[in-house]
């Protein structure tokens, strides 16, 4: 295997002023590696986008970026509900939040399409009542 930097972070699911600690300090490990603007951009918004899922749908969870000298792979696992249909959840515009989530505005049913969108490769493991893993791979 090669030589990887390895990022570990607890993503608080009781605090939406958190969300998004996980993603800015690898946002700014990259930059300190010199990663290209455009690919700091991209991993900034899926993984961002993976930490706010987690708040929203799963209490929080746990966050792990392992960065190689040519990608960056991004694991988020939660214990939350699991995704009873990710085809529909891939949907953009599809949510499942609450109207107290999507009165604070988020929820917009953009975060899985998102997280595709800015990421070179997707997977997505779920099982309800057990949780998701979704892995997250940019290239740089």
Same mark, same amino acid.
């Given at each position: !295997?090669?030589?990887?930097? @390895?990022?570990?972070?607890?993503?608080?699911?009781?605090?939406? $002023?958190?969300?998004?600690?996980?993603? #800015?300090? /690898?946002? @700014?490990?990259?930059?300190?590696?010199?990663?290209s603007p455009e690919f /700091? @951009?991209?991993?900034?918004?899926?993984?961002?986008?993976? #930490?706010?899922? !987690? +708040?929203?749908?799963?209490?929080? *969870?746990? $966050?792990?970026?392992?960065?190689?000298?040519?990608?960056?792979?991004?694991?988020?696992?939660?214990? *939350?509900?699991?995704? $009873?249909?990710?085809?529909?959840? !891939?949907?953009?515009?599809?949510? &499942?939040?609450? #109207?107290?989530?999507?009165?604070?505005?988020?929820?917009?049913? !953009?975060?899985?399409?998102?997280?595709?969108?800015?990421?070179?490769?997707? &997977?997505?493991? &779920?099982?309800?009542?057990?949780?998701? &893993? +979704?892995?997250?791979?940019?290239?740089?």
């Amino acid at each position: !295997m090669e030589d990887c930097i @390895r990022l570990e972070y607890d993503v608080d699911g009781e605090n939406f $002023a958190s969300a998004g600690n996980a993603s #800015e300090s /690898v946002k @700014r490990t990259l930059k300190q590696l010199g990663v290209s603007p455009e690919f /700091v @951009r991209k991993v900034a918004i899926a993984m961002y986008e993976g #930490e706010i899922n !987690m +708040v929203i749908h799963a209490h929080g *969870g746990k $966050a792990l970026a392992e960065i190689y000298p040519d990608h960056i792979g991004i694991y988020l696992k939660d214990s *939350g509900p699991g995704i $009873a249909d990710v085809d529909l959840a !891939m949907k953009a515009g599809y949510s &499942t939040a609450t #109207e107290n989530i999507r009165s604070l505005g988020f929820g917009a049913g !953009m975060g899985l399409p998102n997280m595709k969108k800015y990421s070179d490769e997707m &997977t997505i493991e &779920t099982a309800v009542g057990v949780g998701t &893993t +979704v892995y997250l791979r940019v290239n740089f």
